[in-house]
Nanobody, 124 residues
Framework: QVRLVESGGGLVQAGVSLRLSCAASGRTFSSIAMAWFRQSPGKEREFVAHINWSGVNTYYADSVAGRFTISRDNGKNTVYLRMNSLKPEDTAVYYC?????????????????WGQGTQVTVSS
């Protein structure tokens, strides 16, 4: 079992930066891949970013590449999402996910564990 708790969301203006955190407990954090997804009302949960167990390999959705950075601190059992140059279309509930079953990392159904989500609202 892995328990995930997100934090860091809020209401911000377009163009600013925000950093989300996801604290993990339970299973050995340093051995599992992690990801961030987001979901807007009426839309399916969409992939944002993925990081492998060591932090060496990262992957991003085209919509956030160059603006968002995923990272992890295995000593603190925490994964981060740094979001720069935020846009109104980035408004969503952001979810942390852990332990994918398979390699389709951008598919939300692949991931076993989820946090409760943190709301990010970007005003224009």
């Amino acid at each position: 079992q892995v328990r995930l708790v997100e934090s860091g969301g809020g209401l911000v203006q377009a163009g600013v930066s925000l950093r989300l955190s996801c604290a993990a407990s339970g299973r050995t954090f340093s051995s599992i891949a992690m990801a961030w997804f987001r979901q807007s009302p009426g839309k399916e949960r969409e992939f944002v970013a993925h990081i492998n167990w060591s932090g060496v390999n990262t992957y991003y959705a085209d919509s956030v590449a160059g603006r968002f950075t995923i990272s992890r601190d295995n000593g603190k059992n925490t994964v981060y999402l740094r979001m720069n140059s935020l846009k109104p279309e980035d408004t969503a509930v952001y979810y942390c996910a852990a332990h994918p079953r398979g390699t389709d990392y951008n598919k939300w159904r692949v991931w076993d564990y989820w946090g409760q989500g943190t709301q990010v609202t970007v005003s224009s």
